[in-house]
């Protein structure tokens, strides 16, 4: 079975790097900010907090974002059966150090597809995945009646863009569930 592995906030962890860039850059508590329901990026200053987050993208920076919690065990245990590939939203020029990271933790992907922020749906059927694990609901608004399962990473990252999806998303708390669900598909033939 193929399966899709979202990048930011899926398997790397872009919003522990962001809560430490913004501290250090700004002096802001980023969660503390979010959790009173204010984003940083008007506090900061949007010319600034876009800077920032083109960095975090386009440089050695995204080398310091680390795994989130489970991602290259679970990675690690599914590709001794499947295949894995990246499917990331990333731009043609953000892919250099999203590639060193992927060397960096030995992650075994057999490939990455990008979309410069296109829909996924359309590589995700190209290259028939399974499944594709990601982190942001609106990644499968294009996955009604697709043949990929849309299992969305809830509550991955620090924005509400998981807090609202279609029924046909599944969610999915945390990477050991990820792995139950993979499970479950292999015991139905998917």
Same mark, same amino acid.
């Given at each position: 079975?193929?399966?899709?592995?979202?990048?930011?906030?899926?398997?790397?962890?872009?919003?522990?790097?962001?809560?430490?860039?913004?501290?250090?850059?700004?002096?802001?508590?980023?969660?503390?900010?979010?959790?009173?329901?204010?984003?940083?990026?008007?506090?900061?200053?949007?010319?600034?907090?876009?800077?920032?987050?083109?960095?975090?993208?386009?440089?050695?920076?995204?080398?310091?974002?680390? $795994?989130?919690?489970? %991602? =290259?065990? !679970?990675?690690?245990?599914?590709?001794? &059966?499947?295949?894995?590939?990246?499917?990331?939203? @990333?731009?043609?020029?953000?892919?250099?150090?999203?590639?060193?990271?992927?060397?960096?933790?030995?992650?075994?992907?057999?490939?990455?597809?990008?979309?410069?922020?296109?829909?996924?749906?359309?590589?995700?059927?190209?290259?028939?995945?399974?499944?594709?694990?990601?982190?942001?609901?609106?990644?499968?608004?294009?996955?009604?009646?697709? $043949?990929?399962?849309? %299992? =969305?990473? !809830?509550?991955?990252?620090?924005?509400? &863009?998981?807090?609202?999806?279609?029924?046909?998303? @599944?969610?999915?708390?945390?990477?050991?569930?990820?792995?139950?669900?993979?499970?479950?598909?292999?015991?139905?033939?998917?």
């Amino acid at each position: 079975m193929r399966i899709g592995l979202d990048f930011d906030d899926t398997i790397a962890d872009f919003s522990a790097l962001l809560v430490v860039q913004v501290e250090q850059r700004f002096g802001l508590d980023l969660r503390a900010l979010h959790a009173e329901g204010k984003p940083g990026r008007p506090i900061a200053g949007a010319e600034v907090w876009d800077a920032m987050i083109l960095e975090m993208l386009e440089t050695d920076l995204t080398l310091a974002m680390p $795994p989130k919690p489970e %991602a =290259l065990e !679970v990675s690690r245990r599914l590709a001794e &059966r499947h295949e894995l590939v990246v499917l990331t939203s @990333r731009y043609d020029r953000e892919m250099p150090y999203l590639h060193a990271w992927l060397e960096r933790y030995a992650l075994p992907v057999s490939s990455v597809l990008w979309t410069n922020r296109g829909s996924k749906a359309p590589p995700a059927t190209e290259h028939s995945l399974a499944v594709l694990f990601d982190d942001t609901a609106r990644n499968f608004d294009d996955f009604v009646e697709h $043949p990929t399962l849309p %299992a =969305l990473f !809830v509550g991955a990252g620090m924005s509400p &863009r998981a807090a609202e999806y279609g029924a046909h998303v @599944r969610p999915v708390n945390h990477w050991q569930e990820f792995e139950v669900l993979v499970r479950q598909m292999e015991t139905e033939g998917r």
